[in-house]
């Protein structure tokens, strides 16, 4: 006999997983996601902290990578209770409201980094093709509001995904493929209809990713259309090296997640463990890297780094 449905006042519990057929080497897992886990966390605190602490960086540009790193920090901190707790303690069992907050911060983070990623776009944008406008077109003001648009936008699309998800009957074992729940993930398990959950998860993964990718795309179209035109070889050199480490930064961001996607579409006999390492790429790569790529390329943050290694030696 299947198993009957959760009632309504029953809410069903999930079981995580770590790395299904790779049990053996769960600590290992845990001691690489421990040092990713370090690296983003010390990492993105770090640009925070240099970016607070010296003045030439109260920019527009750098209040968007600010923002980038309170993201990434988000997105790890998101995921760290049950990664810790499956990896290292083995506690495997998450309530369903539990899930349900965690697959919420998740999402939220996740489209929260998309928008960003695409108002430093327009802020690349506006330093190349209209210097001397940039200081009235990126006001501090003009700033914040990007910023709060970026937010608000990610909560409205995130926000209705439990509710649609509490609504529907849960009747099968309820094991996820990850050690955290994704809506994906969760979106398989219930036994009713899951029609207005797959459109409305269309929706939003157009209505963000693929419209903030595609205007990305169209604001480097855009710079290159201005600095192909620039005589000097110097000239077309120095703007586009301003754009490395975003570029970098879209690249880590997009190309995981297209990875995860094309995999859960056409790798549906994979092995399990295939796809919950490129989720588990998709989640702990940008926000590892991403405070690496802007330690290391824009000249202000890096030069602000190496004065405090050189001070911490004496």
């Known amino acids: 006999m299947g198993a009957n449905p959760h009632n309504s ?22 001691l690489l996601l421990a040092a990713l886990y370090t690296v983003s966390i010390v990492g993105n605190a770090l640009i925070l902290f240099i970016i607070k602490e010296e003045q030439s960086l109260h920019q527009p540009m750098y209040y968007f990578l600010s923002l980038l790193s309170v993201n990434d920090l988000g997105v790890s901190f998101s995921t760290l209770p049950t990664v810790l707790a499956t990896f290292c303690f083995h506690l495997r069992k998450i309530t369903f409201d539990s899930c349900m907050a965690q697959m919420f911060f998740i999402h ?15 802020d690349r944008y506006v330093a190349i093709c209209n210097p001397l406008r940039y200081a009235t077109v ?23 995904l439990p509710f649609l998800l509490k609504r529907l009957p849960f009747c099968r074992t309820n094991v996820l493929s990850h050690a955290y729940c994704l809506h994906p993930d969760l979106i398989r398990l219930p036994c009713g209809d899951i029609t207005i ?38 000239g077309r050199v120095k703007p586009l090296n301003t754009c490395v480490s975003h570029t970098c930064a879209v690249l880590i961001f997009y190309v995981p997640m297209v990875g995860v996607s094309m995999a859960a579409r056409y ?20 926000p590892m890297l991403n405070p690496v790529i802007y330690s290391i390329k824009p000249k202000e943050i890096r030069r602000k780094l190496s004065r405090m290694l050189v001070g911490s030696k004496f």
């Open 9 to 30: 006042s029953e809410l069903p519990t999930f079981t995580l997983t770590g790395l299904p057929g790779l049990e053996t080497s769960q600590h290992w897992m845990f």
């Open 197 to 234: 959950n797959n459109i409305f998860g269309l929706f939003i993964v157009i209505s963000t990713f693929g419209v903030d990718s595609v205007l990305i795309l169209l604001s480097y179209m855009f710079i290159l259309r201005f600095v192909l035109a620039v005589a000097s070889w110097e």
């Open 138 to 160: 990126l006001t501090d003001a003009r700033v914040v509001h990007m910023g709060l648009s970026v937010i608000i936008r990610s909560f409205c699309m995130v926000f209705p």
């Open 108 to 122: 939220l983070f996740s489209f929260m980094e998309s928008g960003i990623l695409l108002v430093m776009s327009f």
């Open 267 to 286: 790798g549906k006999h994979a092995p399990t463990h295939v796809h919950t390492l490129m989720s588990l790429i998709y989640l702990f790569v940008p």
